[in-house]
């Protein structure tokens, strides 16, 4: 009953933004967490920042913040990780997920979105 659609990947220059989308349609839970997760090549998936979709609540990974930012827009269904100052290192598939309640860990997470790749050259 829930898709996520990731978009605005794409490849950026090092010390540049992106802004991804993460579309969501159909029902989702009750009161859902909504968050951004990454993952390159020979990795564990790693959390990059969480939304308490109701109340707007926002949580970053250390490496994440001040460069970071996880926005909601309700009217829309869609929420969006606004990246900046990015590094090479930030290089990855960028994945939406929802969970039922607060984690930062990917296995809490029971929906998912395909992922949009953002590269992020030197």
């Known amino acids: 009953q829930v898709q996520l659609v990731e978009s605005g990947g794409g490849l950026v220059q090092a010390g540049g933004s992106l802004r991804l989308s993460c579309a969501a349609s159909?029902?989702?839970?009750?009161?859902?967490?909504m968050g951004w997760f990454r993952q390159a090549p020979g990795k564990e998936r790693e959390f990059v920042a969480r939304?308490?979709?109701?109340?707007?609540?926002?949580y970053y990974a250390d490496s994440m913040k001040g460069r970071f930012i996880i926005s909601k827009d309700d009217a829309k269904n869609t929420v969006y990780l606004q990246m900046n100052s990015l590094k090479p290192e930030d290089t990855a598939v960028y994945y939406c997920?929802?969970?039922?309640?607060?984690?930062?860990?990917?296995?809490?997470?029971?929906?998912w979105g395909q992922g949009t790749q953002v590269t992020v050259s030197s």
């Open positions: 997920a929802a969970a039922r309640g607060p984690s930062n860990n990917a296995q809490s997470y029971d929906y």
């Open positions: 159909g029902r989702t839970f009750n009161n859902p967490f």
């Open positions: 939304i308490t979709w109701g109340t707007g609540s926002t």
